[in-house]
C-alpha cells in the first residue's frame, strides 16, 4: 500500500510541483489549501507524512502543528517556509514540526527529506510491533524503554515529541559519547546529505527543559564546545 502524504499549501504551483514529484516517488497526494483544511484532513485522513506550509489563509501551519500536537496527533510534519526568520523556524520545531525547509527549494530535495522522515518512522513501527522484550535504558533518574517509545524521569513520564524521544534514545545509548551536530543529524533525522543543524540545537534545548527539571542540581546533556553533545551520568551538587 502506497503512503500517503498530504501536502498543505496556499499557492497552486506549488502544490502542483510537489504532488507530481511525490507521486512519482511512489506515495499517495492529497491536498489541502488552506489551514482549516489541512487540519480536517489531517486528522481524517491521517497520513503517514505532512508537508506544511507556514503561511496560510485561515489558520497557519504554526497553528495546525499545534493544534494536531495538543490532540496528540504524532504524524511526521515537514514546514515550509518563505521567511528567513529564525524565531518562525525555531518556533515550529518548537511545536513538533520534524524538519522545515526555506522556500524556494529543490523538489528533489523535499521528497529526499520525505524519504528519510518515513524511512526512520517505518524502522520504529516494525521494531515497536516485532519487540516481544523491552530492554530499558537507566541513567540517573532518566529511564528509557526505546522500543516502547516511553521515557521516564523520576518515574514521572516525560511528554517528548517523536522526534525528542529518538534524540533522547540515541543519546543514551551513547552515554558518555561526545556526538557532532552532523552524527545527530544523521542519526536521528537520517540524512544523507548535509542539513541545517539548528535543527539539533532546538531540539536538545527542549530536552533539556524536560529533563533536567533543576538544572541547579543536576546536569545530563552537555555540551562539548566546538564538537557537539554528550549525555552522561548527573553530578549532584550540595
Known amino acids: 500500500m502506497k503512503k500517503k502524504v498530504l501536502v498543505v499549501e496556499d499557492e497552486r504551483s506549488i502544490i502542483t510541483l510537489l504532488q507530481y514529484n511525490l507521486q512519482q516517488a511512489g506515495y499517495e497526494v492529497i491536498t489541502a489549501m488552506d489551514g482549516e483544511e489541512g487540519l480536517e484532513k489531517a486528522l481524517a485522513e491521517r497520513p503517514s507524512l505532512i508537508v506544511l506550509d507556514l503561511m496560510l489563509p485561515k489558520l497557519d501551519g504554526i497553528e495546525v502543528c499545534k493544534q494536531l500536537r495538543q490532540n496528540k496527533v504524532d504524524i511526521p510534519i ?78 514521572e513520564a516525560l511528554d517528548l515529541t517523536p522526534k525528542e524521544f529518538e534524540l533522547l534514545a540515541y543519546l543514551a545509548k551513547n552515554k558518555g559519547r561526545v556526538l557532532t551536530r552532523d552524527q545527530l543529524l544523521s542519526a536521528v533525522w537520517n540524512y544523507d546529505f548535509a542539513g541545517d543543524t539548528r535543527i539539533v540545537d532546538v531540539h536538545i534545548s527542549h530536552l533539556r527543559e524536560k529533563i533536567e527539571k533543576d538544572s541547579k542540581k543536576t546536569s545530563m546533556i552537555k555540551t562539548v564546545r566546538g564538537l557537539g553533545y554528550k549525555l552522561e551520568e548527573p553530578k549532584l551538587y550540595e
Open 78 to 155: 515537514l514546514m515550509l517556509t518563505a521567511k528567513d526568520d529564525e524565531f518562525d523556524k525555531v518556533l515550529g520545531l518548537e511545536l513538533g514540526a520534524d524538519d522545515y525547509m526555506t522556500k524556494p527549494f529543490s523538489p528533489r530535495e523535499v521528497v529526499a527529506r520525505v524519504k528519510a522522515i518515513l524511512r526512520r518512522t517505518s524502522i520504529n513501527e516494525v521494531n515497536s510491533e516485532d519487540s516481544t522484550v523491552s530492554p530499558q535504558i537507566v541513567i540517573g533518574l532518566l529511564r528509557i524503554l526505546p522500543e516502547n517509545f516511553e521515557a521516564y524521569y523520576n518515574e
